[in-house]
C-alpha cells in the first residue's frame, strides 16, 4: 500500500482540489494590449460604445470575474468562448458588464428641476399625456426620479416613462423597484416621503415605491445602436449619460 493510500491522500482529494480553486478564483488574469483590442473591437461591434486607451484596467477589472468563474486560462480563451455556441448566454454578460455605468437618484438634479420648471410646469392645463424617454436607463434610479417629478407636477395617467437599457440584467432590477435604504439620501426629503415605500420584515433596510409611480413606467430591453424605440415623438428624452460613451459618428 502506498503512502499517499495510507494517508487517504489522493490526486482527486476534496481539499486540494478545493484549494486548487480558490486560488483560481482569486488570482488576477492579466489583459494584454492585443487583448483589449478584440474585446474594445466587440463592444464597438455591438453597442456602438467606444472605448479609449484607458479603459483598458476598466475592462480588465470587470472582465476578470467571468474569467475566473469559467476557469478559463486567458482573456482571449474568453473572447473566443463568447464567440462559440456554448458562449451565447454569456456574451450577454459580457455586454452587461462593460455596460453597466455609476447611477443615481436625481443625478445631475438641475436637469429634472428644469423638466420640473421649465416643461412640465407649461403642460399642467393640457389633455395631452407627456412622453419621456430615459435611455440607458441602468438599474431605474433615473426613471423613477423622473417618474416623481412628473407625478409631482401632472398627477397620475398624464405621463409616460420609456426606460431602455442593452443589460438585460439591470433592467429587471429597475423593473423590481427594489433599492438598499442606502440610497435613500440621494431622493430630496419631499419626494421620499410622497412616493418612498419603507421595507418591513425580511425587506427591512430596502424601499421601493408607490404604485402611482410604478405603473406609469414601461421597461425595454434595447440597442441604441439598433434601432429607435418607436416611430412616436416624445416630449423629452434623457440620453447624456450614455452619448459620452459614443464616438461622432455614432451619435
Known amino acids: 500500500m502506498s503512502a499517499g493510500s495510507s494517508t487517504g491522500i489522493t490526486d482527486q482529494d476534496p481539499a486540494s482540489n478545493l484549494q486548487a480553486r480558490v486560488r483560481h478564483i482569486t488570482r488576477t488574469i492579466l489583459l494584454s494590449d492585443e487583448e483589449f483590442g478584440l474585446f474594445r473591437d466587440l463592444i464597438y461591434r455591438l453597442?456602438?460604445?467606444?472605448?479609449?486607451?484607458?479603459?483598458?484596467?476598466?475592462?480588465?477589472?470587470?472582465l476578470n470575474r467571468r474569467v475566473r468563474h469559467l476557469r478559463l486560462p486567458s482573456f482571449k480563451s474568453y473572447y473566443d468562448y463568447v464567440h462559440s455556441p456554448a458562449g451565447a448566454s454569456e456574451l450577454q454578460l459580457m455586454v452587461d458588464a462593460l455596460t453597466t455605468n455609476e447611477t443615481s437618484f436625481f443625478?445631475?438634479?438641475e436637469h429634472f428641476h428644469f423638466l420640473g420648471k421649465e416643461i412640465l410646469a407649461k403642460r399642467q392645463g393640457e389633455s395631452k399625456s407627456v412622453r419621456i424617454w430615459s435611455a440607458a436607463c441602468s438599474s431605474g434610479e433615473e426613471p423613477y426620479s423622473l417618474a416623481m417629478v412628473c407625478h409631482d407636477r401632472l398627477g397620475t395617467d398624464r405621463w409616460q416613462i420609456l426606460a431602455t437599457d442593452i443589460s438585460r440584467t439591470v433592467l429587471e432590477r429597475a423593473e423590481r423597484g427594489l433599492y438598499s435604504i442606502s440610497a435613500a439620501p440621494r431622493i430630496p426629503e419631499y419626494y421620499l416621503k410622497?412616493?418612498?415605500?419603507?421595507?418591513?420584515?425580511?425587506?427591512e433596510g430596502m424601499f421601493t415605491f408607490n404604485d402611482e409611480i410604478k405603473k406609469g413606467i414601461q421597461f425595454r430591453s434595447m440597442n441604441l445602436a439598433e434601432r429607435k424605440p418607436c416611430e412616436s415623438q416624445f416630449d423629452c428624452i434623457f440620453?447624456?449619460?450614455?452619448?459620452?460613451?459614443?464616438?461622432?459618428?455614432?451619435?
Open 194 to 203: 410622497k412616493y418612498a415605500l419603507k421595507g418591513v420584515g425580511n425587506m
Open 107 to 109: 443625478r445631475e438634479p
Open 239 to 251: 440620453l447624456r449619460n450614455v452619448m459620452i460613451y459614443f464616438d461622432r459618428e455614432t451619435k
Open 47 to 62: 453597442a456602438r460604445i467606444s472605448l479609449s486607451d484607458q479603459k483598458k484596467a476598466l475592462v480588465a477589472g470587470r
